[in-house]
């Protein structure tokens, strides 16, 4: 098989990669590109490790070719700080202790930032309900859900909403 040429705006910078046409997005995500902060956990979008967005939605980049990025809009963890300043979300994470081994830290803050990108104001059970497809064998989800609200309550303020 040949290799396919893709072009994509990963983390707001223009890609280009060759990807073999069953190839994953998590596989070149990881080892072509050596954005390695998207794990690979189950490989079968069970558990949420690899969690990117694509466009405005979150997607299992374990369940997604890497041809089907041509054209798209990504971001994975990497894209998530600005420079050595922290994201809120993952500074809230640190702070309340919301990771124990770090595993599935970048799904659950890729899957939190986007439902505070969409709903600046989440009740407890709308967080719990967006983060069901992110596990975690560690933490028990309190810590994590609430450094989620406490990071909306900040954003919020910030904002002056």
């Known amino acids: 098989m040949s290799k396919l040429h893709v072009t994509a705006l990963i983390n707001g910078d223009e890609v280009e990669f060759l990807c073999e046409p069953d190839q994953t997005l998590l596989s070149v995500l990881r080892d072509e590109l050596n954005l390695t902060g998207t794990k690979e956990g189950c490989g079968s979008g069970d558990c949420g490790a690899c969690s990117v967005t694509v466009g405005e939605r979150v997607f299992c980049s374990c369940l997604m070719l890497a041809v089907e990025a041509e054209g798209k809009e990504i971001r994975t963890i990497e894209g998530m700080a600005e420079g050595d300043k922290l994201h809120p979300l993952q500074q809230c994470f640190l702070e309340q202790a919301a990771l124990q081994c770090g595993?599935?830290?970048?799904?659950?803050?890729?899957?939190?930032?986007?439902?505070?990108?969409?709903?600046?104001?989440?009740?407890?059970?709308?967080?719990?309900?967006?983060?069901?497809?992110?596990?975690?064998?560690?933490?028990?989800?309190?810590?994590?859900?609430?450094?989620?609200?406490?990071?909306?309550?900040?954003?919020?303020?910030?904002?002056?909403?």
């Not at 983060?131 to 609430?146: M, Q």
């Not at 919020?156 to 909403?161: I, K």
């Open 103 to 161: 595993f599935c830290t970048p799904g659950f803050l890729v899957a939190a930032k986007n439902l505070l990108d969409r709903n600046p104001d989440p009740t407890e059970s709308e967080v719990r309900y967006w983060l069901a497809g992110n596990l975690c064998r560690c933490t028990g989800y309190d810590k994590i859900v609430r450094a989620v609200l406490d990071t909306a309550k900040e954003i919020r303020q910030a904002d002056g909403s």
